[in-house]
Protein backbone atom coordinates (compact mmCIF):
# COMPACT_ATOMS: atom_id res chain seq x y z
CA UNK A 1 0.00 0.00 0.00
CA UNK A 2 1.87 2.73 -1.06
CA UNK A 3 -0.38 5.51 -0.74
CA UNK A 4 -3.47 5.76 1.64
CA UNK A 5 -5.87 9.11 2.98
CA UNK A 6 -5.70 8.74 6.88
CA UNK A 7 -9.58 9.24 6.33
CA UNK A 8 -10.17 6.21 5.23
CA UNK A 9 -8.56 4.55 7.66
CA UNK A 10 -10.01 2.67 10.92
CA UNK A 11 -10.00 4.78 13.97
CA UNK A 12 -9.51 3.16 17.71
CA UNK A 13 -9.57 4.83 20.76
CA UNK A 14 -6.60 2.61 22.70
CA UNK A 15 -6.78 5.28 26.13
CA UNK A 16 -10.06 7.19 26.37
CA UNK A 17 -9.08 10.38 24.88
CA UNK A 18 -6.70 9.11 22.04
CA UNK A 19 -7.98 7.97 18.89
CA UNK A 20 -4.96 7.12 16.23
CA UNK A 21 -5.03 5.60 12.71
CA UNK A 22 -2.08 3.44 11.82
CA UNK A 23 -0.05 2.90 8.78
CA UNK A 24 2.60 0.31 9.31
CA UNK A 25 5.59 0.08 6.79
CA UNK A 26 8.24 -3.37 6.74
CA UNK A 27 10.14 -1.56 10.05
CA UNK A 28 8.10 1.37 11.08
CA UNK A 29 4.90 2.18 12.61
CA UNK A 30 3.21 6.12 12.05
CA UNK A 31 0.65 6.56 14.41
CA UNK A 32 -1.65 9.16 13.79
CA UNK A 33 -3.25 10.69 17.16
CA UNK A 34 -6.44 12.62 17.64
CA UNK A 35 -6.40 13.58 21.82
CA UNK A 36 -8.97 14.79 23.38
CA UNK A 37 -8.34 17.95 25.71
CA UNK A 38 -7.59 17.09 29.01
CA UNK A 39 -7.08 13.09 27.57
CA UNK A 40 -4.47 11.46 30.04
CA UNK A 41 -1.92 9.11 28.34
CA UNK A 42 -0.73 7.02 31.68
CA UNK A 43 3.27 6.17 32.30
CA UNK A 44 4.27 3.46 30.51
CA UNK A 45 7.58 2.12 28.33
CA UNK A 46 7.90 -0.43 25.19
CA UNK A 47 10.79 -1.56 23.42
CA UNK A 48 10.67 0.93 20.23
CA UNK A 49 12.33 3.89 19.68
CA UNK A 50 9.17 6.78 19.10
CA UNK A 51 9.44 9.78 17.56
CA UNK A 52 6.72 12.29 18.61
CA UNK A 53 5.78 15.49 16.39
CA UNK A 54 2.92 17.44 17.79
CA UNK A 55 1.01 18.97 14.14
CA UNK A 56 -1.34 20.98 16.56
CA UNK A 57 -2.82 21.76 19.77
CA UNK A 58 -0.56 21.47 23.13
CA UNK A 59 1.05 18.46 24.52
CA UNK A 60 2.30 18.10 27.88
CA UNK A 61 5.04 14.93 28.00
CA UNK A 62 6.66 14.07 30.81
CA UNK A 63 10.05 11.08 29.81
CA UNK A 64 12.53 9.45 32.26
CA UNK A 65 11.42 12.13 34.94
CA UNK A 66 11.38 15.32 32.60
CA UNK A 67 8.42 17.37 31.47
CA UNK A 68 7.98 19.71 28.63
CA UNK A 69 4.76 21.46 26.99
CA UNK A 70 5.39 20.69 23.77
CA UNK A 71 3.53 22.86 20.58
CA UNK A 72 3.28 22.35 17.07
CA UNK A 73 6.66 22.14 15.31
CA UNK A 74 8.36 20.47 18.41
CA UNK A 75 9.77 16.45 18.10
CA UNK A 76 10.25 14.45 21.40
CA UNK A 77 12.86 11.65 20.75
CA UNK A 78 11.47 8.71 23.06
CA UNK A 79 14.63 5.83 23.64
CA UNK A 80 13.65 2.51 23.41
CA UNK A 81 12.74 1.20 27.21
CA UNK A 82 12.25 5.23 28.41
CA UNK A 83 9.23 5.81 30.80
CA UNK A 84 7.32 8.19 29.64
CA UNK A 85 3.50 9.59 30.14
CA UNK A 86 1.36 12.51 28.44
CA UNK A 87 -1.57 15.12 28.64
CA UNK A 88 -3.19 16.78 26.03
CA UNK A 89 -3.24 20.33 27.42
CA UNK A 90 -5.78 21.32 24.56
CA UNK A 91 -7.00 19.10 21.57
CA UNK A 92 -4.20 18.16 19.93
CA UNK A 93 -3.31 15.90 16.67
CA UNK A 94 0.58 13.91 17.18
CA UNK A 95 2.33 12.30 14.66
CA UNK A 96 4.33 9.05 16.60
CA UNK A 97 6.83 7.17 14.57
CA UNK A 98 7.92 3.85 15.77
CA UNK A 99 10.80 1.46 15.02
CA UNK A 100 10.61 -1.48 15.18
CA UNK A 101 6.84 -1.99 14.03
CA UNK A 102 4.18 -2.13 16.36
CA UNK A 103 3.25 -5.42 16.24
CA UNK A 104 0.34 -4.60 19.04
CA UNK A 105 -0.87 -1.51 16.76
CA UNK A 106 -1.54 -4.19 14.17
Not at 22 to 42: K, Q
Not at 77 to 92: T, W, Y
Amino acid sequence: MPFCTLAELPERELVPGFKARFVHADRMTCSYWNIAAGAELPEHAHPHEQVTNILYGRFEITVDGETRVIEPGDVVVIPSGAKHRGRALAESFILDVFAPVREDYR
